[in-house]
């Protein structure tokens, strides 16, 4: 970037659905003051008038790896940016895509797409963290504007925020809530969630899925005691975690307690 240009910013999409280059779009008026600090130079869902090519400061990316043309594509975003940011608990933990890679592809493809699933190149979806260096992650399903607004408040003046680093359940004391475990003996992953949320789930009865990725250092053997202290097995939180982090999930040494039924 030189002095007195604005960023040259990117924003794409992998496979995914979409959900946190939608919620860029609505953050509406903020958009407009963001747009005139930065200059939005490739986003395909957003713009018509795009450069594939230019060189950029900052590239946001959505979505997994599931496909050999998601490889490419984000192999080229890497090569043509200064800072990658993951946007969205797809890109950064694998998300909800990743949650079926126990099952060979073909069998996925055949059950939705028949006869027509040859033409699919769908490989094992994988976080785009998996691939290349990623220099911030912003996680939820979607993202949470204003986590992503300070982000670039922070990016324009040459630094990043930061995130939570405690678990949902912090923000779900503070709204008063009944704890879904304690009370009404539900699954509920606000213990080992990163919170940021402000405990959305809880706040609306119902209990947390995980959806924003695991917290960096979540406390296991108090979780997995207090879990089994009101009868719910270490199993049924491991599965449930793993609906939106199943790559990250099982390569943290916790394969044995999620398969063992006993716990
Ligand atoms: S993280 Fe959630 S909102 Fe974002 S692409 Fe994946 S499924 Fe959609
Ligand atoms: S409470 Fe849990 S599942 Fe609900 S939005 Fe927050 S992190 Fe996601």
Redesign the pocket.
């Known amino acids: 970037m030189t002095e007195n240009s604005k960023p040259k910013v990117g924003i794409f999409?992998l496979t995914?659905?979409?959900?946190?280059q939608?919620?860029i779009l609505n953050c509406e008026d903020h958009l407009l003051l963001i747009a005139s600090q930065i200059d939005i130079v490739d986003w395909v869902m957003a713009k018509s008038d795009n450069d594939h090519d230019c060189r950029l400061d900052i590239a946001f990316v959505?979505?997994?790896v599931a496909t050999e043309r998601d490889l490419e594509s984000i192999k080229a975003v890497r090569a043509r940016t200064d800072f990658l940011v993951a946007?969205?608990?797809?890109?950064?933990w694998g998300?909800?895509?990743a949650m079926q890679n126990d099952i060979p592809r073909h069998i996925l493809q055949e059950a939705v797409y028949h006869e027509k699933a040859e033409f699919l190149d769908t490989v094992e979806a994988r976080p785009v963290t998996h691939f290349v260096p990623v220099d911030y992650l912003l996680?939820?399903?979607?993202?949470e504007r204003h986590e992503f607004l300070a982000l670039v408040r922070a990016l324009l003046i040459g630094t990043t925020a930061e995130l939570p680093e405690f678990p949902v359940c912090w923000e779900c004391k503070g709204k008063e809530n009944l704890c879904r475990v304690v009370h009404f003996g539900e699954v509920c992953c606000g213990s080992m969630t990163r919170s940021g949320c402000g405990a959305r789930c809880p706040s609306h009865g119902v209990a947390c899925s995980g959806?924003r990725g695991p917290l960096e250092e979540p406390n296991y053997d108090a979780n997995i005691t207090m879990f089994a202290d009101r009868g719910i097995s270490w199993k049924k939180i491991g599965e449930k975690m793993a609906n939106f982090s199943a790559p990250v999930w099982m390569t943290m040494g916790l394969e044995q307690e999620v398969n063992d039924d006993n716990r």
Not at 16 to 20: F, R, S, V
Not at 87 to 92: K, M, P, S
């Open positions: 999409g995914g659905c979409a959900g946190d939608l919620q959505e979505g997994v946007i969205g608990t797809c890109a950064v998300g909800l895509p996680p939820g399903c979607p993202i959806c």
